[in-house]
């Protein structure tokens, strides 16, 4: 387990064609039945990526994990993996390892047995599974835990344990199925680092499911959305949260408020939306696939509105007026709700910068809400 020398995560190989990807995975599709649980998904991942495929209960993302891992055969379609086809090669001889979501280790064995388990069984020598559980237990820092059964640990060092079992085998590609689901909100949150600066320093290829959308968005160099077998949108996570392609996308990661429009005027460096919702024009930045006369879905996310208990006077961005139909604290930030005079509610989220303000705003303020044209996310 040497420190991989390249960082792709720092390269985007998938923004080069002359990257070839590591993993292809060509029309994969899985019925159980009538149901088709994976609907021709085609999607090439590089090497040293952290990818993440996200998406609801249901959608089928951890039916793919378990294609690659060869626990599942697909119903149509292949994967390759360093270009060598693995789609009838049995599990154990494909160069994947899975760490599934409940861990699986032993209770009755040690940490270092655990972590030994696999090599002891593949027939490595007693000398090299020494040095592969040392390395193991330094890499997830569980060194002086190694006589200890996994009763005697916390929730994320069980993870740990998990983790270094799965990744002594030296696997090219490790699956990881809601790695992080048994832990707490601050303990994930602490692991998802600890779990990227593993990966960081490993350079192997991991592919996480994960239904948390937070997650996704720390963990990743790249995510899947997915949604009923289908691959929605694939991207980095800002290419996701600020540029989603469809309002599948737009409504599952974050919130968006999406307001429904025609649009009016082209101009040379911005379109007019005559929208019903808003009883006035809204400005977006010009886009040479868009139109006079479409019907677009004009999208601003609640953190890009600026509310304010006085009128703006920047007539380039666009204002709306309502009434603040409740709000809610939640430390760093306040989100409120707002009624436009078309009953349309707009959520926006300000960030809480002082401990305490008289001019802060409340139930039943009149308020403008302004945003830049150049924040607002086109729907079509
Ligand atoms: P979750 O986050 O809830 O685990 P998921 O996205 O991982 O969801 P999958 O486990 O991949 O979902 O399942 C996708 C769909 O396929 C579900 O509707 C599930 O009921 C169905 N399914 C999965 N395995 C089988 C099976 N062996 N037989 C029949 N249907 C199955």
């Known amino acids: 387990m040497k420190p991989s020398e390249e960082k792709y995560i720092d390269k985007q190989p998938w923004l080069d064609k002359h990257e070839k990807p590591f993993l292809e995975i060509r029309g994969v599709t899985k019925k159980f039945g009538d ?3 994976v609907d021709n998904v085609n999607l090439e991942i590089y090497k040293g990526e952290l990818f993440c495929l996200l998406g609801g209960s249901g ?63 593949d027939g490595l020598s007693k000398a090299e599974v020494k040095i592969r559980v040392e390395e193991g ?61 593993i990966q960081y320093k490993l350079g192997i290829t991991f592919i996480v499911v994960t239904h948390d959308q937070e997650e996704a968005m720390t963990l990743s160099s790249r995510i899947a959305v997915m949604d ?8 980095t996570p800002t290419d996701i949260y600020e540029y989603p392609q469809s309002r599948f996308t737009a409504n599952f990661i974050g919130s968006i408020n999406i ?33 006079t006369g479409e019907s677009i879905g004009v999208a601003i996310r609640p953190e890009k509105i600026h509310l304010s208990r006085e009128e703006p006077d920047n007539k380039d961005f666009n204002t709306l007026k309502g009434k ?57």
């Open 35 to 37: 149901f088709t649980a």
């Open 137 to 197: 237990l330094e890499l997830v820092q569980l060194s002086q835990f190694a006589k200890r059964k996994p009763h005697q640990l916390s929730g994320g060092q069980q993870q740990r344990v998990a983790l270094a079992r799965a990744l002594v085998k030296y696997p090219k590609v490790l699956l990881l199925d809601e790695p992080l689901a048994a832990l707490d909100k601050k303990l994930r949150e602490k692991t998802q680092f600890e779990l990227m600066d």
């Open 228 to 235: 009923q077998g289908k691959i929605r949108q694939i991207g």
């Open 324 to 380: 603040v139909l409740d709000f809610g604290y939640i430390g760093n930030l306040s989100v409120y709700n707002v009624k436009l005079d078309s009953g349309k509610t707009v959520k926006v989220s300000s960030p809480n910068q002082n401990r305490y303000s008289k001019h802060r705003v409340t139930w039943d303020d009149i308020v403008y809400l302004t945003w830049e044209p150049a924040n607002t996310v086109v729907l079509l």
């Open 59 to 121: 959608c089928g993302k951890s039916t793919l994990l378990r294609i690659l891992a060869g626990f599942e055969t697909p119903t149509e379609g292949n994967f390759l993996i360093d270009g060598v086809d693995m789609t009838e090669l049995p599990p154990y001889e494909r160069p994947v390892n899975m760490m599934f979501q409940s861990y699986a280790i032993f209770p009755h064995m040690s940490v270092e047995k655990n972590i030994a388990y696999g090599l002891k069984r």
């Open 259 to 291: 307001f429904e429009g025609v649009v009016k005027e082209s101009r040379s460096e911005s379109h007019v939306v005559q929208c019903e919702e808003t009883r006035c024009d809204l400005i977006i930045d010009r886009d040479s696939s868009i139109h």
